[in-house]
């Protein structure tokens, strides 16, 4: 035991002297966060949307239009005298669409660069045009459709769910690195060939790293967590028993995972590069920046198959943003427990085992 | 000229021989490109997509000449197997009669899982509510279409449910004499910036960033790299005690850099071009400027971080802590035109930003947004400038003693 506090001593020392590992660990999720935040906050947004407007001041039913713009929400709208003024602040991002009536055709004008958001653009010009062709001729759409978010919490962008999938994120490269940038350090500057002179057995060192980790883990998840509602005034539903269970099991996981590559790469130093590579391909694939459902069948069935996505998911569910099935959960938890003890003895015998050189 | 030549070629060997860079050169650019546009180019394509809706009737005494009915069999036609089409737009999930509250529940615990994309209600008196609002001119009874903002498969098939019942809309006030197809408005989508007057092609628009992506993380990671753990493995002292000089290294490695840079290039036109089709080209004079200042301006990048770092973990950790805001600060896979002005701060002191904008401009995909034309090509000659300045005041060659 007295071994065991010496050593959770030395690895708190460790972490705090460590500027780099804090950096990684505590303020890169934040940057993560901020950047993201800012970048997709109100991306696809129509509220947030300006329509420039070129009608033809004795086309019938002009004010008609302009009502309905005005009527679907947009942040904003501008009136042109012409089409090229029209279309000239279109190419400068002073608005982002525009409407053209001329009394018989209604023209939608879109920037061809805006890729990300046209989508939402062309969905908010076919909803007036749809309005403003039955108003024309004073019809009511008989089936009205209203709309209704069946969640318990209200998303109001993609980033709701970006955010805990960069918790999520983190806690895979704190676990990945535990073993694959931590361990494999130590063993190369053969830290652990000295320390294993000493009546310290090797899984003391073990509980002392991924107690340290999972702690650490634990908090950054709660700074990332309170920064995102704080500075982007989000809401989440935390259901903190789940969340606790699931942040120490998927670290503690990850850190199999960790252990799998420093035992299969050559030499110590590159399982950080190995581990870096892996948690960069997850990243784009498993959900994390864009939707799963965007991605052809195969990538979604690759994608299924990564840790992250499933922590992703979980984080998302342990949020409050995604809803899951309590058996799902509590597999998925089991499953990264299981993975983590499973690996531990392997990564006993790791630490015991003189570096290949 | 032959030393330098044979530098070049070392340090291309030696990047194509480390597994490491070799993925983050070659493979990961590539990688991203192929993901990017599997992703982002079928979106919206409709034949791509396919749905889970559920259709609870609770309208069902309304009987088979309904309106109700005249919506559920809609819906039911297009879940069918359609004679141009692989697989029809969405399966169609509803109880034989009507539905139950049970049914409903059930549904939307599906729908909150993601298992279900859409859930459409048609509400007991729905039929007669249509009627009543024909006599009295107002609208009807509502249609109830749940579904999850948390996902983008449920705002997608909401859209299209949204659409197909837009037209049945159509159908019923034509029938019903209250609309003249004839007097319908014509629409019509005119594409800003494009000369076909064409969507952009998903390609298009990312090619040029992934390109300079490859180019950034090459000149970020791969000039500390090398500089820093060569001097700190005492590589280069090695080099010192022959005939090579710091000018005739930096020649050597300089050219060797390019060729990298231009075999990267290579790889990713040719995968852009010949598998994903893009449409744009490269060849004209001031893309292959722009090209050339581009990796010119992230090798000079690296020198100036390499200059500013005591050892080569800490060129590393600094090019870690640079890559991704600079990367995502400069509009390559995010629109950046709303951040707040603390962020425009950087993007407008990023150098991606300009090289960025002015490649786009170059090959046709983007009118100028940010900057001026000029500024594109003077703002990275300035960050050469400002690297080159540092670099040959602090970059020590050599381990201290």
């Given amino acids: 035991m007295k071994t065991l506090r010496a050593l959770l001593t030395t690895e708190i020392r460790n972490f705090t002297r460590d500027w780099a590992m804090l950096f990684f660990t505590l303020l890169f999720p934040l940057i993560f966060i901020l950047l993201f935040g800012f970048l997709m906050g109100g991306m696809g947004d129509i509220r947030q949307a300006s329509v420039g407007l070129h009608v033809d001041s004795d086309a019938i039913s002009a004010e008609q239009l302009t009502d309905l713009v005005s009527a679907s929400g947009v942040r904003a709208i501008q009136m042109y005298d012409d089409e090229a003024q029209l279309q ?97 350090q130590m063993k190369e500057r053969s830290v652990l060939d000295r320390l294993l002179v000493t009546p310290m057995r090797p899984t003391a060192l073990l509980s002392a790293i991924a107690a340290i980790r999972l702690i650490i883990v634990f908090i950054s998840t709660l700074i990332t967590l309170f920064v995102g509602v704080l500075v982007f005034d989000m809401r989440f539903e935390v259901n903190w028993l789940r969340y606790a269970v699931f942040v120490l099991c998927s670290t503690f996981g990850t850190m199999g995972l960790g252990t799998v590559i420093a035992l299969l790469v050559k030499r110590p130093s590159s399982a950080g590069n190995v581990a870096n590579a892996i948690a960069m391909v997850m990243m784009f694939m498993a959900g994390v920046y864009f939707p799963v459902e965007f991605m052809p069948q195969f990538l979604r069935t690759i994608s299924r198959a990564m840790p992250l996505t499933h922590m992703a998911d979980v984080m998302r569910h342990v949020t409050g943003v995604l809803e899951m099935s309590s058996l799902r959960f509590w597999l998925t938890c089991l499953t990264f427990a299981v993975a983590g003890m499973a690996l531990f003895p392997l990564l006993a015998r790791y630490v015991v085992k003189p570096s290949r050189r | ?337 709303g951040l707040p002005a603390f962020m425009l701060a950087i993007v407008y002191a990023n150098p991606v930003s300009y090289l960025l904008e002015g490649l786009r401009r170059s090959v046709g995909v983007q009118a100028g947004t940010l900057m001026p034309a000029q500024l594109t090509i003077l703002v990275p000659l300035g960050w050469i400038l400002v690297s080159a300045v540092v670099a040959s005041r602090k970059l020590r060659w050599d381990v201290e003693r």
């Fill in chain 1, 88 to 184: 000239t602040a279109i190419a400068d991002r002073v608005v982002d669409l525009g409407l053209q009536w001329n009394g018989e055709r209604l023209r939608a004008f879109y920037d061809a660069s805006r890729l990300q958001e046209n989508f939402a653009f062309q969905q908010l010009a076919g909803g007036i045009a749809t309005d403003f062709d039955l108003a024309r001729q004073q019809a009511i759409a008989p089936i009205q459709v209203e709309r209704i978010h069946a969640g318990d919490v209200e998303i109001r962008s993609w980033f709701h769910l970006v955010l805990p999938g960069i918790m999520a994120f983190s806690m895979l490269s704190a676990g990945l690195f535990a073993v694959s940038g931590h361990l494999t």
């Fill in chain 2, 1 to 337: 000229m032959k030393d330098i030549l044979q530098l070049a070629r070392a340090h291309i060997v030696t990047a194509i021989r480390e597994r490491v860079t070799l993925f983050w050169f070659l493979i990961f650019p590539v990688f991203l490109l192929t993901v990017l546009t599997l992703i982002f180019g079928q979106v919206n394509q409709e034949p791509t997509i396919h749905f889970e809706i559920s259709l609870v009737n609770e309208d069902i005494a309304s009987g088979t000449d309904s309106f109700s009915a005249l919506v559920e069999s809609i819906l039911v036609q297009m879940s069918m197997p359609q004679p141009n089409a692989e697989t029809p737009l969405f399966t169609l999930h509803r109880a034989l009669h009507g539905g139950s509250p049970s049914f409903l529940e059930a549904e939307l615990t599906a729908l909150r899982r993601g298992d279900r994309a859409a859930i459409l209600v048609i509400p007991e008196g729905f039929h007669q509510d249509i009627l009543a609002s024909f006599a009295g001119g107002g609208a009807g009874l509502a249609l109830r279409l749940y579904m999850s903002e948390a996902s983008i498969t449920s705002e997608t098939a909401a859209s299209i449910l949204e659409q197909t019942l837009a037209g049945i809309n159509r159908e019923i006030l034509v029938r019903g004499g209250m609309y003249d197809d004839t007097e319908s408005i014509e629409a019509e989508t005119v594409w800003v910036g494009q000369a076909e007057d064409q969507e952009l092609p998903y390609i298009d628009f990312v090619l040029p960033a992934i390109v300079l992506m490859g180019f950034f993380t090459n000149g970020l990671f791969g000039v500390t790299g090398t500089i820093l753990f060569n001097r700190d493995r005492k590589v280069l002292q090695r080099y010192w005690v022959t005939p090579v000089n710091v000018p005739r290294y930096l020649a050597g490695f300089a050219l060797g850099h390019l060729a990298l840079c231009a075999l990267q290039f290579g790889l990713l036109f040719s995968l852009g071009k010949f598998v994903f089709g893009a449409t744009i080209g490269f060849g004209d004079p001031l893309t292959l400027f722009l090209l050339l200042l581009s990796a010119v301006t992230f090798m000079a990048f690296g020198f100036f971080i390499s200059a500013v770092s005591k050892t080569a973990n800490a060129g590393m950790a600094i090019a870690n802590i640079l890559n991704m805001p600079m990367m995502f600060l400069s509009g390559m896979f995010f629109p950046i035109a």
